[in-house]
């Protein structure tokens, strides 16, 4: 079967050309993953907000992925190291804290105060990398990061509203 393949195209080279072009286009439109990753919000039926920090201050605002900055770094960023998340732009952490039996989500500058996590229920969807977001030590250990009332929280069941993405170049 190969060597019929062989021989149409070398009897027919502009045809070699096509199926050559058709592969780079395939590859070029796959995207290039990055270090970065956003953490997406889950409003009713779609993932339409991302965690952000702007003057480390958390928040959930709108994603900048799409926008042409995509090669940047950005307030909805996040780097991946050794398990803790580290904001793209300011370089402090994510972590959190129990107060009052309620989790508390700040940002911190040195990384042994952040929060390890772990990234679980891993799979690819449309080609991107996707999973969910589990503390793996203190005192919510296995909890996952949730949303309740438009904020970030812990739950000890996964209620799929958390979303981690990594960022991906399209060029």
Known sequence: MPRQILKRFRRRPRLLCLALVGLLVNVSMAGIATGRYQIWIRSAEKYDRVVDSIDDQLGIGKSTVGDGTDNRDAADCWYLVGGKFKHSLSHAYLAYRVVDHKPVFEMVAK??????WKITATNRR???????LQASEGELKDWYLST?????????????NVELRRVYIHK
């Open 148 to 160: 309740s009332k438009g904020g970030l929280t812990m739950t000890k069941e996964d209620h799929d």
């Open 111 to 116: 990384p042994e105060q952040a929060t390890v």
């Open 126 to 132: 449309g080609g991107e990398e996707r999973g969910r």
